[in-house]
């Protein structure tokens, strides 16, 4: 089962040409149109008191394609995650009095269906699952149950049903079975009957991500899938990320590691200060000077931590360039 | 030696008493709140209130004993509506409240002097008014039937119908509740107990799962408050804070989240009670503590095991500890 688990190798899949293909042809600007969008929003604005959270005016997913989220901290991509899952209402959502002009009122369509109103439980059931940027492992029921309550159409579910054991076994064991076969993608087998609270925080985030595909969802979100996750790990869930693009799944991530964005994202949205700023593939989103300004910094490429880099000839280039700052700054 | 005799003969009385038999289906509900869904409900004697007064007030009016039954469970599920509604979608602690301050508000209201001719007033009702048509379905015969140290009429008040009627329904409960915290159903709840969001994500509707749970062990304590008034009378101040308390008590004892837990607590915890109080009558004179100190003495002792048991054992007797156990730290 293992085995064919992909690697994130420079091998690009079929699938992965045909993502990058599809957004090929779109403008590289914030807000653009795509091609064929799953997910449209307009109009999602989200305050805290004085503080514009999210301000986002038009933004479209296309669908079949990893796209990235990225942004500094408090850019407001987790608010944004809430708001289109349902968890949290935009502060422009339609009022029955008063409330925001008819349209300037936020609004998202998903999958061709109205989700910007309906609560988080509808929004999953019509195939958008998240996870959650801090584990939500339930941690007193083993993994294998953490595994099942994922899934879809169990009949047991409902209180009349769940008395006659006959009527939901069969269910039951079908979603056993695919359960256990997405463990043993995830590495996560050998664990099932252990408390989900007794895995490491890696597991976790690998076990909420299984948990999330029972359900076959049409469109994966994960909130910083990768913070806290080993190397060696990062690298399978990055080749498990790709497959799950490769089946057919919209996959949205948000992400620090820079790394991991540009090498398996195939669009890439940036967000600062609540709102959209640059929209473009990968290589070409990092190289737009209002990226670097709001969030890579202009020495995104250098790795700090390495000593060798920090000659004299470059402490002096730093020097002079914060000079020239300031005295830009002073101008103004 | 004989005053020990005395003691364990109450004791053996006391666990297969109908009053045991009323507090392991109060626990058995707060069970499925608390143990199973993580609904911190303090008005558990306000449920038991509701379908004791349904019960007693629909026969003395004249319906039949089946349609009382039916009415107080529907009362109590009115009234788990009433709570749940404005609640269930704030945080747990709410739910505490509103249930703590809505039992003291059905008990104040069935203790009020403007009702004395339909509840009673504080007197309450006596049990002679609303218990012959229970006694008359009783096959029991007539007469007294004695076993072991349990010597009890056949029929008649705390009589063998009723304590074998209450463990019936104790039995029939635990099936109930093992069959259903095994399905699907149950592991939404205990999903539900674990993290709320998180349950919400995987698109179950976590706001009607909790309200079937309210619903069902609001019922349950409804009937545990029929069992309670059966074999005695109804009195609106037996079934205040202190009962949510000792109901609570029983289920941490025993075990929470377990089928059996809140069996075995709500006999060891009259058991202790007794025991305690007997050991303290035999032993310490009379000159330091009379008859009415041991009785307090024991329900502090209660107190402190409660305590005890949340400390050092805090999945209770049954429990098991990586399933469930409160975060004391």
């Keep these: 089962m293992s085995s064919d688990v992909p690697t994130t190798t420079a091998t690009i899949t079929a699938a992965g040409a045909a993502a990058k293909a599809s957004v090929a042809d779109v403008p590289h600007e914030p807000g653009v149109a795509k091609p064929d969008a799953i997910l449209t929003v307009d109009h999602v604005t989200r305050r805290f008191g004085g503080v514009t959270a999210v301000d986002v ?11 990235a989220l990225i942004g ?41 269906n109205e989700v910007g109103n309906i609560g988080a439980t509808k929004v999953a059931k019509q195939g958008m699952v998240r996870t959650f940027q801090l584990t939500k492992a339930l941690s007193k029921l083993t993994v294998l149950e953490n595994m099942r309550l994922g899934a879809k159409d169990q009949p047991g579910e409902n209180l009349f049903v769940a008395m006659i054991k006959p009527l939901w076994a069969k269910r039951e064991a079908e979603i056993t079975l695919k359960a256990e076969d997405l463990l043993a993608r995830f590495k996560l087998l050998e664990k099932k009957d252990d408390m989900a609270g007794s895995l490491s925080g890696g597991q976790k985030k690998l076990l909420e991500m299984a948990r999330a595909l029972m359900s076959d969802p049409v469109m994966i979100m994960l909130d910083e899938p990768m913070a806290g996750v080993n190397p060696a790990l990062t690298q399978s869930l990055l080749g498990h990320i790709q497959a799950l693009r490769d089946d057919g799944m919209t996959v949205l991530f948000v992400e620090h590691d820079m790394h991991m964005v540009r090498h398996i994202s195939d669009w890439v949205v940036v967000m600062a200060e609540g709102r959209v700023v640059a929209e473009g593939p990968a290589g070409t989103v990092m190289d737009d000077p209002a990226v670097i300004d709001a969030y890579l910094g202009a020495h995104h490429n250098t ?11 470059v402490a002096e280039e730093l020097a002079a360039e914060v000079t020239a700052e300031e005295t830009a700054e002073g101008k103004a | 030696m004989d005053q020990f005799l005395t003691t364990l003969v109450a ?5 297969i008493s109908p009053q ?9 509900g707060l069970n499925i709140h608390f143990g199973y869904t993580g609904l911190l409900n303090f008005g558990q004697a306000g449920f038991m209130l509701i379908g004791a007064y349904a019960f007693a007030i629909s026969i003395i009016g004249g319906l039949p004993i089946i349609l009382a039954f039916l009415i107080a469970l529907v009362a109590a599920v009115l009234f788990a509506l009433i709570l749940g509604i404005p609640t269930l979608k704030l945080r747990g602690d709410y739910l505490a409240i509103v249930t703590l301050s809505a039992a003291e508000i059905v008990r104040m209201v069935g203790r009020s002097s403007l009702l004395t001719n339909i ?28 076993f072991g140290p349990w010597n009890y009429d056949a029929t008649g008040s705390n009589g063998w119908w009723f304590i074998a009627t209450a463990w019936f329904v104790v039995a029939l409960l635990c099936l109930f509740v093992w069959a259903i ?32 749970a309210l619903i069902l062990g609001g019922v349950i304590g409804a009937i545990a408050g029929i069992v309670y008034i059966l074999p005695a009378s109804l009195q609106a101040d037996s079934m205040g804070r202190s009962m949510t308390y000792f109901i609570f008590t029983a289920l941490l004892l025993g075990g929470a989240a377990t089928v059996f837990g809140p069996v075995l607590g709500a006999i060891v915890f009259f058991a202790l009670r007794l025991l305690v109080q007997g050991l303290a009558g035999q032993f310490v004179p009379g000159t330091i503590m009379n008859g009415q100190q041991t009785e307090q003495f024991a329900w502090i002792v209660i107190g402190i095991t409660l305590m005890l048991v949340v400390i050092f054992r805090p999945q209770g007797i049954l429990g098991n500890k990586k399933e ?6």
């Design chain 1, 303 to 313: 790795d700090l931590g390495d000593d060798s880099l920090l000659t004299d000839e």
């Design chain 1, 72 to 112: 500094p901290n408090g850019a407001g991509k987790t608010t944004f995650f809430n708001l289109i899952t349902g968890f949290d209402k935009p502060s422009s959502a339609p009022k029955l009095i008063g409330g925001p002009k008819a349209g300037e009122a936020a609004k998202s369509s998903f999958n061709g």
């Design chain 2, 11 to 15: 004791i053996l009385n006391s666990a």
């Design chain 1, 57 to 67: 005016q038009h933004l479209e997913v296309q669908r079949g394609i990893i796209t």
């Design chain 2, 20 to 28: 045991t038999a009323a507090l392991a289906i109060a626990a058995i």
């Design chain 2, 181 to 212: 915290m095994r399905s699907p159903w149950g592991r939404v709840l205990r999903g539900i107990r674990e993290d709320e969001d998180a349950v919400r994500a995987l698109g179950k509707n976590v706001y009607s799962y909790k309200m079937q």
């Design chain 2, 119 to 146: 509840t009673g007033g504080s007197n309450g009702i006596t049990g002679n008014e609303y218990r012959g048509p229970f006694t008359d379905l009783s096959f029991f015969g007539d007469g007294r039937i004695d």
């Design chain 2, 324 to 329: 469930l156990s409160f975060d004391v730290k």
